[in-house]
Nanobody, 123 residues
């Protein structure tokens, strides 16, 4: 499966952005999807994940209550709605996919990755 992330940009602290990740292929609905981020000089970290049906989600503590992951299997797309953004949310955001039924929070568990989209939050 090929992944194409989009929706990044520059936003002021407290603002919102919605990231999208479009997947190719006809079996999107059988993949767990995740979002990760990597800030300059830091390791890639888990942000959120959603199982194949959308019925199970998991969030990093740092984004819980501010970010929402969702998916539209008819459109082969996963979303990350980001509200109340903080300067520390600045990073390149990556979507990832793995052919499994469980929610995954470890980056090395994912087989497929998008190219990344930059989110910059100004103070």
């Amino acid at each position: 499966v090929q992944l194409q992330g989009s929706g990044g940009g520059l936003v002021q602290a407290g603002g919102s952005l919605r990231l999208s990740c479009a997947a190719s292929g006809r079996t999107f609905s059988s993949y767990t999807m995740g979002w990760f981020r990597q800030a300059p000089g830091k390791e890639r970290e888990f942000v959120a994940a959603i199982n194949w049906s959308g019925g199970s989600t998991y969030y990093a503590d740092s984004v819980k209550g501010r970010f929402t992951i969702s998916r539209d299997n008819a459109k082969n797309t996963v979303y990350l709605q980001m509200n109340s953004l903080k300067p520390e949310d600045t990073a390149v955001y990556y979507c990832a996919a793995d052919h499994t039924t469980v929610v995954l929070i470890i980056s090395r568990a994912y087989d497929y990755w998008g190219q990344g989209t930059l989110v910059t939050v100004s103070s």
